[in-house]
């Protein structure tokens, strides 16, 4: 199935393992260590609470410094930005409709900020067309995201991909995925910490 449809499909869990998914592989943006979204990860496991959700949110936000999105006027990283805007637009309650409209706006930003961080060229008017993309396939259009990510760069392409590969194993595995889901998450995050290193370096 499509990104698209994974995420139309998926249950309260497996979209908010999306959400938080894209929001792990981004941490390197907000400043944050390789544990800092492991209780939220942990909570979606088996036996975790889900009304503990908004508590554990609200530490990871004060841990991360994430009390409120400042303006794009502010922020001169727009990949920040983004990044920022995830985490606090994270739902303060663990439930299916309102993990859904977050794991769809994480997509997007995730594979906006690949998009943004990647030094290789890729098809500027592709890579622009996610978010229509997205609303599209949403609304019964014959593209289906993928088809529309031809001519990416390889970062934002890799992107796409764990994301598919997040939500197939929680569909398929329910909680008994979130190992594997945070295994290629972290991979992800490993990826985009050395681009975000090098663009550091680059700067200094």
Not at 31 to 38: F, I, P, V, W, Y
Not at 100 to 119: G, M, Y
Not at 135 to 141: C, D, F, I, Q, T
């Amino acid at each position: 199935m499509s990104l698209v449809e994974l995420i139309a499909q998926a249950d309260e869990r497996g979209l908010a393992a999306s959400g938080l998914a894209c929001l792990d592989r981004c941490v390197p943006l907000l400043g944050g260590d390789d544990e800092a979204l492991r209780p939220l990860w942990a909570n979606l496991a088996a036996g975790g609470d889900p009304a503990a959700w908004g508590e554990l949110l609200d530490q990871v936000r004060g841990k991360l410094g994430v009390a409120e999105v400042v303006d794009d006027e502010d922020v001169e990283d727009e990949a920040a930005l983004l990044a920022r805007r995830m985490l606090a637009a994270a739902p303060a309650v663990r439930s299916a409709p309102e993990a859904r409209i977050w794991a769809d706006a994480c997509s997007v930003a995730s594979l906006q900020i690949h998009r943004l961080l990647d030094p290789a060229e890729d098809d500027a008017s592709s890579a622009d067309a996610l978010p229509q993309a997205l609303n599209s396939v949403r609304a019964g259009g014959a593209p289906t995201i993928e088809g529309r990510a031809q001519g990416m760069s390889p970062l934002v392409a890799a992107e796409l991909r764990r994301q598919i590969s997040v939500l197939e194993l929680l569909a398929q595995h329910g909680a008994g995925g979130l190992r594997r889901a945070l295994e290629v998450s972290t991979e992800g995050r490993r990826v985009l910490r050395a681009v975000v290193s090098r663009r550091a370096r680059g700067r200094a």
